[in-house]
Structure formats: C-alpha cells, structure tokens
C-alpha cells in the first residue's frame, strides 16, 4: 500500500496562474479531505468529500475548487493563483474502521509558493 | 474564531522527563479529540486519541488526558525520547454522519528533547 500520495512535492506560481494539485489514496477510503497549514494557524480544512461525486466546503474554501469522480482521486484545483495561498497543502483520506475513530491519513504533503 | 488553541508554540524537555502539551477548545459538542505527531517535510502521522467519554487513555508512552468541564486536554510522554521531537498538534471532531473525516485541528506545539 502506497498510502496517500501527493504530487508535486513543491511548485511556484505566478500570480494568476492556475493548476492542479493530485491527491490518490490506496486504501478504499470513503472520506477524503484538503487541509492547508500556514505557520501558526494550524492545519485548516479547505474542501472535504464524503465518497465519490459528493464535495462540500470546508472553513478556508474560497479559491479553491474539488472533484471526485474516483473514490481513489481527490485533486485540488487553484482558479487564480494568489500570495495568499502559498501555504503547505495536505490530503488526507479516512473511513470508518480504518484506524481510531475519525483518524485520518495524510499524504507527504505539497509546498505552493505564489509569487 | 479558533474552537482549538494550542497556547504554547514551543517545549523543550530533557530526555527521560515527562512532556506535557497542552489544548483547549471552546465547542462543547466536540466528540473526539486526536493528536498528531510531525516531522518536518511529512505528513501529520495519528498518535493517539480519546472520546469524550472517557477522562483517560493510554498507549504505551503516551497518555491523554480530557477535562470535559474545564474544556482541555494534554498529552504526557513519559519518559520523552529525542526522537519524540517534532510539532504536536492537537485536533478535535464531531460525532460521525457528515461530520466524519472533518478536524479541527490547534496551531501546534513544537517538541524538542534534549538528550
């Protein structure tokens, strides 16, 4: 099992640019979750999906946008790129009985920098 | 309006004594509380965790202990090993249905033991 894989590990952007973050889980899990964290706040959920074809909004979501057509895909898509986004994003995958109840599985991580 | 506050960003500890980090949160429909260990350039790997039912549980090292009342949590190591240095975050959640697979996660507590 690869677990939770992220790709890229690190990526620049201009300010406006747009692109793709990939999140894929192994696992089968049900639940799948972006989170940012940002030095001294935490981690801070963005968009979250219950199983495929069903998303909804976390508490930092403007800017973002989420599908998830698989149950092994999760990609986290930046409209127009912002300074204000560059931050650590994190992918997580969970699912009743996988682990302690509500336990969750990050992937390595991506670094974003918006220039 | 952070529900969970990690008020001490930082805790340096000999190795052999106990660590404590602590948490606090303001929702009291919080259901379960987690903690997370990372390293630096990975993801957040789960520690250990407890409901709200409970005032205590441990596992092997670690301890976590809840005050429902008091609305606070903490974490013991004992006895802390260098490699128990990294960032500590505290996280909370809401009973299953639609809540599951969303935390709240505090702003996280760095860890260093000194051998």
């Known amino acids: 099992n690869a677990g939770v894989t992220q790709t890229p590990k690190f990526q620049v952007l201009k300010t406006g640019q747009s692109m793709t973050l990939q999140c894929a889980q192994d696992m089968n899990h049900e639940y799948m979750s972006w989170y940012r964290q940002d030095p001294g706040m935490g981690l801070r959920l963005i968009h979250y999906s219950v199983g495929a074809g069903i998303t909804d909004q976390g508490e930092v979501p403007n800017g973002y946008n989420v599908s998830r057509s698989t149950t092994e895909d999760f990609p986290l898509r930046l409209l127009s790129a912002a300074p204000s986004q560059t931050s650590v994003y994190f992918c997580?995958?969970?699912?009743?009985?996988?682990?302690?109840?509500?336990?969750?599985?990050f992937g390595p991580g991506t670094r974003l920098t918006v220039l | 309006d952070q529900q969970v506050k990690q008020n001490s960003p930082s805790l340096s500890v000999q190795e052999g004594r106990i660590s404590i980090l602590n948490c606090d949160y303001t929702n009291s429909m919080f259901d379960y509380f987690l903690w997370y260990k990372k390293y630096p350039a990975e993801g957040p790997t789960f520690l250990i965790s407890?409901?709200?039912?409970?005032d205590k549980n441990e596992d092997g090292r670690f301890t976590v202990f809840l005050n429902k009342s008091a609305k606070h949590l903490s974490l013991h190591i004992v006895p802390s090993q260098p490699g128990d240095s990294a960032v500590y975050f505290c996280a909370a959640s809401l009973a299953g249905g639609t809540s599951y697979g969303k935390l709240t996660f505090g702003q996280g507590t760095i860890l260093t033991v000194h051998p």
């Open positions: 407890i409901s709200s039912i409970k």
């Open positions: 997580a995958s969970s699912a009743p009985g996988a682990g302690a109840i509500d336990e969750q599985f």
